[in-house]
């Protein structure tokens, strides 16, 4: 495993942690202080460590894992395709509850195309984190 943390003075600001399979290094675990968002500390931390590990060539290849991101665009240099696949015994309860996901799922992906084309993406995105964040933090009732 190798795990890096990007401090500022004294505080931590960002941390990646990714796990070790042969001569692979698998993208794990990141995060980072919101409070520093404008300066993109995981970006920063990112290519730190990128620059690191090309440095000691110990792994053949970096996996960012699956999902999407701007970060695995812009430093990643192929890309594998791959399929996660799932065997259900039929039965309606099954087709339902499929039928269920594919449905919300299709509703997921049009409401964020939506957002993307009047431009509204990003601000619904913080305003969700921003309503989640306030969420956690808000003292609970009283026991």
């Known amino acids: 495993m190798r795990s890096f943390i990007l401090f500022h003075r004294e505080h931590p600001v960002s941390f990646l ?3 070790a399979r042969g001569n692979d290094l698998l993208y794990r675990y990141a995060g980072h202080d919101p409070k520093f968002n404008p300066w993109s500390p995981g970006i920063v931390l990112l290519y730190l460590a990128l620059e690191r590990l090309f440095a000691e060539g ?3 290849t970096f996996d960012f894992a699956d999902g999407d991101g701007l970060h695995k665009e ?3 240099t192929r890309s ?4 996660d696949l799932f065997h259900f015994r039929r039965s309606l309860r099954h087709l339902m509850l499929l039928g269920l996901y594919a449905g919300l799922d299709a509703s997921s992906r049009a409401a964020i195309g939506l957002l993307d084309a009047i431009g509204l993406r990003r601000r619904v995105k913080r305003f969700v984190r921003q309503t989640f964040r306030a969420a956690r933090l808000r003292p ?3 026991s």
């Open 17 to 19: 942690h990714c796990v």
């Open 58 to 60: 110990q792994h053949r």
């Open 74 to 76: 812009v430093f990643s």
């Open 80 to 83: 594998i395709p791959f399929a």
């Open 140 to 142: 609970g009732p009283s």
